[in-house]
C-alpha cells in the first residue's frame, strides 16, 4: 500500500538547514524558496510544464539570473500569490 505526498509543502526548516534536508526530497519533487522570509516549499516537477508556473520561473530568471542567493531555486513573489498559483495548478 502506497502513500499520497502532498502537492506542495512549506518546509518546517530554515533556510540554513536546507543543504542538510535536501536528500529528504521525494522523488519527482524540489525545493523553491519564496517570499521575503525565503520560506522553502517542496513542488512536484511537474509543476515545471506549466505555463503560469514557467512564468515565475521567467521572473526568477530577470531577477536573480542564474545566480541564487539561496544556493537554490528562488521565486521573487509573495508566498500569497505563490499558494494561489499552486493551489490553481492542483485543482488541474
Not at 19 to 39: C, H, I, N
Not at 70 to 77: D, H, N, Q
Amino acid at each position: 500500500m502506497g502513500f499520497r505526498l502532498p502537492a506542495i509543502r512549506r518546509a518546517s526548516f530554515n533556510a540554513n538547514q536546507s543543504a542538510s534536508k535536501s536528500a529528504e526530497l521525494p522523488k519527482g519533487y524540489l525545493a523553491v524558496y519564496v517570499g521575503d522570509k525565503q520560506k522553502r516549499f517542496v513542488i512536484p516537477i511537474s509543476y515545471l510544464n506549466q505555463p503560469s508556473f514557467q512564468d515565475l520561473l521567467s521572473q526568477a530568471e530577470k531577477e536573480y539570473g542564474y545566480d541564487h542567493p539561496m544556493g537554490g531555486l528562488t521565486i521573487p513573489c509573495s508566498e500569497d500569490v505563490f499558494q494561489h498559483i499552486t493551489s490553481r495548478l492542483n485543482g488541474q
